[in-house]
Nanobody, 121 residues
């Protein structure tokens, strides 16, 4: 199994910044893509950003130019740098990762428990 633990959420004023972290741990594994998704109250979970093991990134249109995804492969950690935050960015932010565990022939997607981000004055 692979465990993903998010951190860094909190309350921030509109226009402010936050950095989220998501660290993967567990059995011997390889990770390919790591992603951030979010779910606002009453809405479906949506994609925010993704980064491949080689550094390729893509973003939802709603966060382009404001959010930056990065990763430290040595630490199996992905980050989400969020700038110019808006009230509509309020959501629980979840990371996920596509991982291959030693002894398992299939790549699987693992999810963290989420971290709350609230943007409000």
């Amino acid at each position: 199994q692979v465990q993903l633990v998010e951190s860094g959420g909190g309350l921030v004023q509109p226009g402010g910044s936050l950095r989220l972290s998501c660290a993967a741990s567990g059995s011997t594994f390889r990770i390919n893509y790591m992603r951030w998704n979010r779910q606002a109250p009453g809405k479906q979970r949506e994609f925010v950003a993704a980064i491949g093991s080689g550094g390729t990134t893509n973003y939802a249109d709603s966060v382009k130019g404001r959010f930056t995804i990065s990763r430290d492969n040595a630490k199996n950690t992905v980050y989400l740098h969020m700038n110019t935050l808006k009230p509509e960015d309020t959501a629980v932010y979840y990371c996920n990762a596509d991982a291959l565990i030693s002894g398992d022939p299939d790549w699987r997607t693992y999810w963290g428990q989420g971290t709350q981000v609230t943007v409000s004055s």
